[in-house]
């Protein structure tokens, strides 16, 4: 036989798009249009309604970037398409390329019922199946004009994403706002010649079906007649029937559908957006979830619904409706799909805790299954923190992205750095978008990399960021996906159900130690400096608040702050979502993050003052009150008392340039040049710096990605750098030295201090920054040989290599640390700590003999500042002060120490007298995370803590009030099944821990 196949498929791509699809809708007659543009930001339902609207004709421009219009469309159904399927279509200038990045719109009826939305693949709204004719309709918009920014010149910089600086042009063309008959039989030809033509594509050319499928295509389009396709295509499609039929071996993967519209809680549009893309979506899937019963619909992140209930209650009744039928099912268990790498410990336990509290409170529903499809790598510390709230297992799809190596499992039991592990599932389709193409089902099946031993993967399917989510289009493609020679077997389920089968048919999976590092997004840990300097100081002013609140509550009957501080908490973890304190959203949302923070800050000091000053009583004794994690000054953790005096610091001239500080304990040089070139151990006899270097060295090298230029740095950056040598002046102020420097359009100030008793070099850093494209580092070259580094994360720190031996270390060419990075060697380390920075590299390079100092140089160096024009064109422009210390001596425990320390400051307030801890623990290796109330306002107390330094660790927990009883619990403050040995002993806890454990304990006072 000739091979005339490429000639077939040719045919059915025209015939389908020029002739089928358009047949879709035979008939049709314009729908009478009226427009009412809202002024400034959005206006509520009830006004969107009353307002008066003026004539709009179709072709006509409308849509400001960032405006609301709500358009008033009216008609009657023609008497003469009595018994037909009639929809509305509604095309507001759709570009089906990019749903959920343009305009989008919410259909109410006159009274406000919302119905359903329209997007550039959902544009239909049913008014009838069938019609009686000479219906009146009448329907409102409420439709989005939302600028396009990632469009097709993607990374361009512009000033669209901020309504301040996006102008006032309209976006969109008005395009068809019709009456249509809806014709089902050529509705479903479509359906079935996509199935049977995509499954086609992806059969091998030697296959026996793909012919097969190939002639059935053949037959189906001589039948179609081209002039009456509705008329023919009941005939047509009686050829692909048999072919349809056939059933899938019995060795087919196995699919689970999740129906899904991953919506980025902000990214390249507003928060209030995402409040109207979620109710748009939303409706849309309760809407299609009434039509299509094997329909399942998973939508995660709490504060989502939480808008809903707030902003759209007409909505969320709809929603609840659904949850309640047991096919709208909340998932995840996190108040957002947050960033995992750089939230702290407390922030990521209450990500959890308030996401799965929302979900169980509104619901009943507990997840136990965490949902972060698009998070940008995963922090080692996790899953004993999924374990700790109550759940079992994982799904991401965004490991999928990294540039350089395959990840070499789909399925895994992935375990975290206390030895927690958990089931972890990575989609093979690749894609947390999928739309049922064929293309995506055949990706899944091939690409699964535990064939042999495993079948199951899930697909969450639908057009997510606004897109409308699934569309009765990609259910029924699956329907004939069910059971189809060739395919992969499609079955709509629940997230847990896919877990249960995936976990029952794979007992013993592999094991992943360690972080799931993404090879892409590495940037995401430096852009947009202030978000990410908020988010931190929120962190630990949220500590000082619940642990002075909770002792103040206890010792004086103080009014815990309980409505406050829940509040607060979700305002932090909204802004870990994981495009916000990654710095990859727009100006807009960067704009308000940094008030939101300033606001926070404000509201979080007020507690804690009005909690110390409860605390301290009346009184002219200056007091000293540490939230930090360990005793410092003579006074404990979570304790108050006087100042105590200590040694000073003296600051002397150095004989070729420059100062020395010395404090007894550390001796620093700083050269003229204002560069660390020596920083002394005393007592250790050590030198930390290498050897012909200077340390405190700000680096700029030009940075300009391939693409995504907030989230991405690209290797090749560090082929060219600039040392910044050059000093403007050099003083000396007090017991500090400063330095000032002018580069390129910038100007940066530092000031170098030691403190009176601690071993450690601060360096406070104020930079003006205004360049464009060049990314600031201070780099520290050690005097220390380590072929790997501890970098903090939650509960504790994990280890990375300092060498490339292989493409898998080369790749984490830049990572993430929380307060610290350590380098070491055997009985000597030295610390960096940080206040808000996160973005670090570390390096090593051997010095040779030839240059009398052999040995081994590893440089760290922090990263501080980039200036991408994508999404945001003025990232990062302005004055930034950020502070950073070096500590020569330390161990991991005072690296711990330091890093709490400087990122929660002492806090002086007069009073009557000391103030004894509410809790304390006997050992630096052991760290209280938190000392609060519980959440349900019973009073009792609850503490976590977790052992720090990565070894086992006996303590006792002292109580400073009288308990009845401890109870083990879960980070949801329930009793813990199964936990044992926690006995309460003349107020001491006596604790065993495991390296890196995590403890909650909840005390009944």
């Not at 050829?239 to 087919?252: G, I």
């Not at 998070?375 to 709230?389: C, D, E, S, V, Y």
């Amino acid at each position: 036989m000739h091979d005339d196949r490429a000639l077939v498929e040719a045919r059915l791509k025209r015939v389908l798009d020029e002739r089928i699809r358009p047949a879709v809708y035979p008939e049709s007659v314009p729908l009478a249009v009226e427009a009412w543009v809202a002024p400034g930001e959005p206006v509520p339902v009830a006004e969107g309604l009353a307002a008066s609207h003026t004539p709009i004709e179709v072709g006509t421009r409308w849509g400001a970037p960032w405006a609301t219009t709500w358009f008033k469309v009216t008609g009657e159904v023609p008497a003469e398409w009595a018994g037909k399927t009639v929809e509305a279509v509604l095309d507001l200038g759709f570009d089906e390329r990019m749903p959920g990045f343009q305009c989008e719109a919410l259909v109410y009826t006159p009274d406000g019922e919302p119905l359903k939305a329209v997007n550039p693949r959902n544009q239909w709204v049913r008014v009838g199946d069938p019609v009686a004719g000479g219906e009146r309709v009448e329907w409102r918009l409420e439709a989005a004009s939302n600028p396009v920014i990632l469009g097709d010149n993607p990374f361009r910089p512009t000033d669209l994403g901020d309504r301040d600086t996006a102008g006032d042009e309209p976006c969109y063309v008005l395009t068809r706002m019709d009456l249509a008959v809806f014709d089902r039989d050529v509705w479903e030809l479509i359906q079935d010649l996509e199935v049977v033509g995509e499954l086609m594509h992806e059969l091998p050319v030697e296959n026996g079906r793909r012919w097969e499928l190939l002639r059935a295509v053949g037959r189906c389009l001589d039948a179609v007649d081209l002039q009456d396709v509705g008329g023919s295509a009941v005939a047509a499609r009686s050829h692909l029937k048999r072919v349809l039929e056939a059933p899938a071996d019995a060795s087919a993967h196995r699919i689970s559908a999740v129906g899904h519209a991953h919506i980025d809680s902000a990214w390249l549009w507003p928060l209030r957006e995402t409040v109207r893309k979620v109710a748009r979506t939303t409706s849309n899937m309760t809407n299609l979830l009434e039509s299509e019963d094997e329909f399942v619909f998973a939508m995660s992140q709490a504060q989502q619904f939480a808008w809903i209930k707030e902003h759209r209650p007409e909505v969320y009744a709809k929603v609840k409706k659904a949850v309640a039928e047991g096919r709208f099912v909340p998932s995840g268990g996190m108040w957002v799909e947050s960033d995992t790498n750089m939230p702290g410990s407390e922030a990521m336990a209450r990500q959890f805790v308030h996401g799965k509290r929302f979900f169980i409170e509104e619901f009943g529903v507990e997840n136990e299954e965490a949902w972060l499809p698009d998070t940008f790598g995963f922090a080692a510390g996790l899953p004993q923190i999924i374990k700790a709230a109550g759940s079992k297992w994982l799904l991401t799809q965004k490991i999928s992205w990294s540039q350089i190596n395959k990840f070499p499992h789909h399925t895994f039991q992935w375990e975290g750095i206390d030895g927690t592990r958990i089931f972890t599932h990575f989609p093979p389709v690749d894609t947390y978008n999928c739309s049922m193409k064929g293309s995506e089902i055949a990706h899944a099946a091939r690409n699964f990399k535990d064939k042999g031993v495993a079948r199951h993967s899930l697909a969450p399917t639908g057009w997510g960021d606004g897109g409308g989510g699934a569309t009765r289009e990609m259910i029924a493609k699956s329907r004939r996906m069910r059971s189809l020679e060739g395919s992969a077997t499609v079955e709509w389920e629940k997230p847990a159900e896919f877990f249960r089968k995936a976990e029952a048919e794979y007992p013993e999976p592999p094991v992943w130690v360690g972080e799931l590092y993404l090879e892409l997004h590495r940037a995401t840990l430096t852009s947009q400096a202030k978000t990410k300097q908020g988010n931190r100081r929120s962190e630990h002013l949220l500590r000082e608040a619940e642990i002075w609140a909770a002792t103040a509550a206890v010792r004086t009957g103080f009014a815990y702050p309980y409505e406050q501080l829940d509040r607060i908490w979700k305002t932090v973890l909204l802004h870990q979502f994981h495009d916000i304190l990654p710095g990859s959203s727009i100006a807009w949302v960067h704009r308000e993050a940094a008030q939101t923070y300033a606001a926070v800050a404000e509201e979080l000091t007020g507690i804690v003052e009005a909690a110390q000053r409860a605390l301290a009583g009346d009184g002219d004794t200056e007091l000293v009150f540490n939230a930090a994690a360990h005793t410092r000054g003579g006074v404990a953790a979570g304790a108050a008392g006087p100042l105590v005096e200590t040694s000073s610091v003296t600051v002397t001239a150095r004989p070729d340039g420059g100062h020395v500080l010395d404090n007894g304990l550390l001796r620093v040089e700083i050269d003229e040049r204002g560069l660390v070139v020596s920083a002394y151990d005393i007592a250790a006899d050590r030198e930390t710096v290498a050897p012909g270097e200077a340390a405190n060295l700000l680096q700029i090298h030009p940075d300009f990605p391939n693409m995504w230029d907030a989230w991405d740095v690209d290797a090749f950056y560090r082929n060219v750098v600039t040392d910044l040598t050059q000093v403007d002046s050099l003083t000396v102020e007090g017991s500090s030295v400063t330095v000032t420097r002018s580069f390129g359009d910038s100007r940066v100030r530092q000031t170098l201090s030691l403190p009176s008793d601690a071993k450690r070099l601060d360096i406070d850093t104020e930079v003006d920054w205004h360049e464009t494209e060049k990314f600031l580092k201070a780099a520290f070259p050690l005097d220390v040989h380590a072929e790997r580094y501890a970098a903090e994360t939650q509960f504790g720190h994990l280890y990375r290599p300092t060498h490339t031996n292989t493409s898998w270390e080369a790749a984490k060419f830049e990572a993430c640390n929380h307060r610290f990075v350590h380098v070491a060697e055997p009985h000597w380390g030295v610390g960096l700590v940080t206040d808000s920075t996160y973005g670090h590299d570390v390096t090593r390079t051997v010095r040779p003999a030839a240059t009398g100092n052999p040995g081994t140089t590893t440089t760290v160096r922090l990263s501080l500042l980039r200036a991408p024009r994508f999404p945001d064109p003025q990232t990062d422009q302005g004055v930034h002060r950020f502070g950073y210390a070096l500590a020569p001596g330390a161990t991991v425990t005072d690296a711990v120490r330091e890093g709490y320390a400087i990122n929660v400051p002492e806090r002086r307030v007069l009073g009557s007298g000391p103030v004894g801890p509410l809790v304390s623990v006997d050992l630096d290796e052991v760290v209280l995370s938190a000392v609060k109330l519980a959440d349900d306002g019973s009073g009792d107390v609850v503490v976590r803590l977790y052992e720090a330094a990565g070894g086992r660790a006996l303590t006792s927990l002292r109580l400073g009030f009288p308990a009845g009883s401890v109870t083990a619990t879960d980070l949801l403050e329930r009793p813990l099944e199964g936990a044992s040995g926690y006995e309460l002993d003349d107020g001491q806890v006596r604790l065993s821990l495991r390296p890196f454990e995590l403890v909650t304990l909840r005390f009944a006072r």
